[in-house]
C-alpha cells in the first residue's frame, strides 16, 4: 500500500513539473520575442532573443537539458514581426519510478510584432 502511495505521489510531482516547465518555456518564448522586437537589426534580435530566453528561465531555476532558440527575422522591418521557436527538454531524473520518461521536450512559439514608425539602424522609417 505505502509503495502506491509514493508512485503515486512521484506521478503528481512529475505531472506538476511538466506542467510548470511548459509555463515557464512559454514565458520564455513571449520573453525572447519581445526582446528580438525591440533590436535594431535582426543579427542582434537573434543575440537579445537568446538572451532573453536563458535569463527568464534561469531566474525562474530551470535548468533546460537543452535550449534552442530560433529566430526568424524574416519579416523585420517597419509594421513587420518577429517569430521565435523555443525548445527546451526538462530533466525528469529521478521521477522515472512513476512511470514518466526520463526526459521531456517542450515547445514555444511567440510572435512579437515591429512598431510601424520607429529608427532602424538609425534610418528613421
Known amino acids: 500500500m505505502s509503495s502506491f502511495v509514493l508512485v503515486m505521489l512521484l506521478l503528481v510531482v512529475g505531472l506538476g ?7 515557464l518555456v512559454e514565458q520564455a518564448g513571449s520573453a525572447a520575442a519581445r526582446a528580438a ?3 535594431n537589426a535582426p543579427g542582434q534580435a537573434m543575440v537579445d532573443a537568446q ?3 536563458v535569463d527568464t ?8 537539458g537543452q535550449l534552442q532558440v530560433n529566430v526568424d527575422t524574416a519579416a523585420f522591418h517597419p509594421g513587420g514581426y518577429v517569430d521565435v ?3 527546451c527538454t526538462i530533466d525528469l531524473a529521478g ?5 514518466l520518461p526520463g526526459s521531456v521536450t517542450m515547445t514555444s ?13 538609425g534610418v528613421p522609417q
Open 57 to 64: 528561465l534561469s531566474q525562474a531555476g530551470m535548468a533546460c
Open 95 to 99: 521521477l522515472t519510478v512513476a512511470g
Open 37 to 39: 522586437a525591440l533590436g
Open 17 to 23: 513539473r511538466v506542467s510548470h516547465g511548459r509555463q
Open 109 to 121: 512559439r511567440s510572435r512579437s510584432p515591429l512598431e510601424t514608425y520607429r529608427d532602424f539602424n
Open 85 to 87: 521557436d523555443l525548445t
Open 51 to 53: 538572451q532573453a530566453a
